[in-house]
T-cell receptor
Framework: RKEVEQDPGPFNVPEGATVAFNCTYSNSASQSFFWYRQDCRKEPKLLMS???SGNEDGRFTAQLNRASQYISLLIRDSKLSDSATYLCVVTRDTGRRALTFGSGTRLQVQP | DTAVSQTPKYLVTQMGNDKSIKCEQNLGHDTMYWYKQDSKKFLKIMFS???????INETVPNRFSPKSPDKAHLNLHINSLELGDSAVYFCASSQGPMNTEAFFGQGTRLTVV
């Protein structure tokens, strides 16, 4: 079983739609959680951190459920510029300082 | 100025050759990484250095050897290149505990022919 699992998509949605991505992780000792965004042929960049209390950044909302080992990302009012691959990322364990990436969910927002 | 820069951006080489990829970060970070992104776009950690000390060495063939001359640089040398080494290699850096942001270089697209 992969450490971090995501639906690969692609998700094809019209502009203005709301879309949700889900992610599960296998290591209950995982400490920190993130969503990264990767545009085609570019490097990954941090989109937002994910906290147990949930957090929102403009049109983006991230949620963490530690009991279910589940992370979500909600994008409201999708823009064409949101088209990218969204990577669910967790830290592996303490002291080893490495991010473990899911394989990503591809989003295509269409006009 | 680019925060994490790696060179070259593209590398096409024949099987059996030896090649190096260089990485430099100007963020003052303590920790640097090499990740490999394969054809299925899966990003996997290869190595991590903290203040020039190797702290993570995943199951990577020993043909791959990282070198960190100082905490701002982490180079990757690959011996006897194989077709399966073709991938995009990303260098990254971060500061502090694991819940801090990692900054990635633009990637080196390696093609072995």
């Amino acid at each position: 079983r992969k450490e971090v699992e995501q639906d690969p998509g692609p998700f094809n949605v019209p502009e203005g739609a709301t879309v949700a991505f889900n992610c599960t992780y296998s290591n209950s000792a995982s400490q920190s959680f993130f969503w990264y965004r990767q545009d085609c042929r570019k490097e990954p960049k941090l989109l937002m951190s994910v906290y147990s209390s949930g957090n929102e950044d403009g049109r983006f909302t991230a949620q963490l459920n530690r009991a279910s080992q589940y992370i979500s990302l909600l994008i409201r009012d999708s823009k064409l510029s949101d088209s990218a691959t969204y990577l669910c990322v967790v830290t592996r364990d303490t002291g080893r300082r490495a991010l473990t990436f899911g394989s990503g969910t591809r989003l295509q927002v269409q006009p | 100025d680019t925060a994490v820069s790696q060179t070259p951006k593209y590398l096409v080489t024949q099987m059996g050759n030896d090649k190096s990829i260089k990485c430099e970060q100007n963020l003052g970070h303590d920790t640097m990484y090499w990740y490999k992104q394969d054809s299925k776009k899966f990003l996997k950690i290869m190595f991590s250095y903290n203040n020039k000390e190797l702290i993570i060495n995943e199951t990577v063939p020993n043909r791959f050897s990282p070198k960190s001359p100082d905490k701002a640089h982490l180079n990757l040398h690959i011996n006897s290149l194989e077709l399966g080494d073709s991938a995009v290699y990303f260098c990254a850096s971060s500061q502090g505990p694991m819940n801090t942001e990692a900054f990635f270089g633009q990637g080196t697209r390696l093609t072995v022919v």
